[in-house]
């Protein structure tokens, strides 16, 4: 039978110092969000925001019919956009496998040195978009398509890196301490013991690496990396309506297509 000497004459779901905490938080989320509202409001001309409906219309009344016969002048700019994500990925998954290596807990040589370095390359990639580091290398090597294949490649190691040591990291410790039960020095528990267990999650990684990058990859041409993002820009700038609607269907049934390779390639794979 409960005792119920010991509890408690007047019980409530919560104290009142937890409702206290409670209101004051969501007090401080209004606060806060009145704030963030005025400094977004500060500079806002209203009136642009009152004709943005009547300015979208517009627009989509000249972007019909599309200009189907500017569709020849794209297909080489497709191709370029193509080869970015393409060597971009190789680039990538070059330089992210062995930053991965020296992540990853069970593979690194040097947790306190070389992990964290190797985990600080990895949160600086994906810290920075693809769009910021082909900037970047349009200002230092100039504009054109290695500059969109640096960006996507410098872009992809963190992605990659990130993915593939959580996956060595999950690999089953039994088949490499049969490796080592054997004698095998370091690079053999690597080469027989980890690679078998991570290629397939390597594989599958990278194709999903390189469908984001065909999406990224044709918008480097806005700052001058190459691609279809090229014509896109400049169609954009003569207000050649048309045009970017060709173009814009273009990029949809490209990354349709490249969503429908790499789903069959990782269904194949994994």
């Not at 409906?53 to 297909?75: F, K, N």
């Not at 290398?137 to 290695?146: A, C, D, H």
């Amino acid at each position: 039978m409960t005792d119920t000497a010991s509890l408690p004459a007047d019980w409530s779901y919560r104290s009142r110092a937890t409702r206290l905490a409670i209101w004051t938080g969501w007090l401080a989320l209004v606060a806060l969000f009145v704030w963030c509202w005025q400094v977004m409001t500060e500079t806002t001309i209203w009136a642009f925001v009152g004709d943005a409906p009547r300015q979208a219309a517009d627009i989509g009344g000249r972007m019909v019919p599309p200009e189907w016969g500017y569709l020849p002048e794209l297909m080489l700019p497709l191709w370029d956009t193509l080869n970015i994500a393409t060597l971009g990925t190789l680039g990538g998954v070059v330089m992210a496998v062995p930053v991965a290596l020296l992540a990853a807990r069970n593979t690194t040589p040097s947790v306190t040195i070389l992990r964290p370095i190797a985990l600080f390359i990895i949160v600086a990639s994906r810290s920075i978009n693809s769009l910021i580091w082909a900037l970047l290398l349009v200002t230092i090597i100039g504009p054109g398509l290695l500059a969109g294949i640096i960006a996507i490649a410098l872009r992809s190691i963190g992605f990659i890196g990130k993915l593939f040591y959580e996956a060595i990291e999950e690999t089953d410790p039994k088949q490499i301490e049969a490796i080592q039960a054997t004698g095998a020095g370091p690079a053999e528990v690597l080469t027989y013991g980890v690679v078998p267990q991570v290629m397939p999650a390597l594989w599958g990684i990278s194709v999903f690496r390189w469908d984001i990058n065909i999406r990224e990859s044709t918008i480097l041409g806005l700052v001058g990396a190459g691609g279809i993002g090229l014509k896109l820009n400049a169609s954009m700038a003569v207000l050649a309506w048309d045009q970017v609607t060709v173009i814009l269907l273009l990029i949809l049934g490209t990354v349709i297509v490249s969503e429908w390779i790499s789903a069959l390639i990782r269904r194949a794979i994994i």
